[in-house]
C-alpha cells in the first residue's frame, strides 16, 4: 500500500467534481512509477516527495488542474514550461494525461535531476574583503617624527584589525579638539605596546 497523506484526500474531495479524477488518477501515476514516495502539502498544494526533496506536485483550479515536476526542464527538456500551470498545461479531463509508462520515465529523469541538484557542492559566498587600511594625515604625520618611532614600530606590528581601531577612533572624533586628544592617546598607548583596547583584554 503506497503510503499517503490524508490532508491529499481532504483536498481532493473539496476540487471540484470535474478535478477529483483527475487529481486521484495523477496520485495514481505518481505512486505507480515510484511506489516509495512520499506525499505531503506544501503552500496549500499536494507535492510529492522523495527522501525529503519535492519531485512533483498537483493543483486544482476552477476550470482546470495542474501538474509541475521541481526540475521540469531537466524532466520535460529546455522547452518545458516553468509557468504555474506546470509543464503538461490546462488538464480537463482524463485523456489529457501521460500514460503510466511515460510518467515512470519522467520520475526517473526527476529523481535523477533532484541527485545532481543534492550532488552540487554549495557555491561559497566570497569574503566581503575588508577596506584598504588609510592612515590619517595628522597619524601619518606624528609618526615621520623620530620621538614616535616606538609607536610606529607597534603600529606597524599590528593585525589589521588592531591597525583599524585606532584608525577609526580618530577619524569619528567629531570635534577636532577631541580628535588631537584621541591622536595623543593612540601615541602613548601604542608607544607602550598597547591595543586601542587594551583595557578590556583581561576582562
Given at each position: 500500500?503506497?503510503?499517503?497523506?490524508?490532508?491529499?484526500d481532504?483536498?481532493i474531495?473539496k476540487?471540484?467534481?470535474?478535478?477529483?479524477?483527475?487529481l486521484e488518477?495523477?496520485?495514481?501515476?505518481?505512486h505507480g512509477a515510484l511506489?516509495a514516495?512520499?506525499?505531503?502539502?506544501?503552500w496549500g498544494m499536494?507535492h510529492?516527495?522523495?527522501?525529503?526533496r519535492?519531485?512533483?506536485g498537483m493543483?486544482?483550479?476552477?476550470?482546470?488542474?495542474?501538474?509541475?515536476?521541481?526540475h521540469?526542464?531537466?524532466?520535460?527538456?529546455?522547452?518545458?514550461s516553468d509557468?504555474?500551470?506546470?509543464q503538461?498545461?490546462?488538464i480537463t479531463?482524463?485523456?489529457?494525461l501521460?500514460?503510466?509508462?511515460?510518467?515512470k520515465?519522467?520520475i526517473k529523469?526527476?529523481?535523477?535531476a533532484?541527485a545532481?541538484?543534492?550532488?552540487?557542492?554549495?557555491?561559497r559566498?566570497?569574503a566581503?574583503s575588508?577596506p584598504?587600511?588609510?592612515?590619517?594625515d595628522d597619524?601619518a604625520a606624528?609618526?615621520a617624527?623620530?620621538a614616535h618611532?616606538?609607536?610606529r614600530?607597534?603600529?606597524?606590528?599590528?593585525?589589521p584589525?588592531?591597525?583599524?581601531d585606532?584608525?577609526e577612533w580618530i577619524?569619528?572624533?567629531?570635534?577636532?579638539a577631541t580628535?588631537?586628544r584621541?591622536?595623543?592617546?593612540?601615541?602613548?598607548?601604542?608607544?607602550?605596546?598597547?591595543r586601542?583596547?587594551?583595557?578590556?583584554e583581561?576582562?
Open positions: 500500500m503506497p503510503a499517503t497523506d490524508p490532508r491529499i481532504a483536498y474531495a476540487s471540484a467534481e470535474f478535478a477529483r479524477p483527475i488518477r495523477l496520485r495514481a501515476l505518481v511506489p514516495v512520499e506525499e505531503s502539502i506544501k499536494p510529492f516527495l522523495h527522501e525529503g519535492i519531485l512533483c493543483a486544482a483550479f476552477k476550470a482546470h488542474c495542474a501538474f509541475g515536476f521541481w521540469g526542464k531537466a524532466v520535460l527538456g529546455e522547452d518545458a509557468a504555474a500551470m506546470g503538461l498545461g490546462r479531463s482524463l485523456k489529457d501521460p500514460s503510466a509508462t511515460t510518467m520515465t519522467w529523469a526527476a529523481l535523477a533532484r545532481a541538484v543534492a550532488s552540487r557542492p554549495k557555491a559566498k566570497a566581503a575588508a584598504e587600511l588609510v592612515l590619517p597619524l606624528a609618526f617624527q623620530k618611532a616606538a609607536a614600530k607597534t603600529f606597524d606590528a599590528f593585525p584589525g588592531a591597525k583599524r585606532y584608525i577619524v569619528t572624533a567629531k570635534q577636532a580628535r588631537e584621541r591622536l595623543a592617546q593612540t601615541l602613548e598607548w601604542l608607544a607602550e605596546g598597547k586601542r583596547n587594551w583595557k578590556y583581561s576582562c
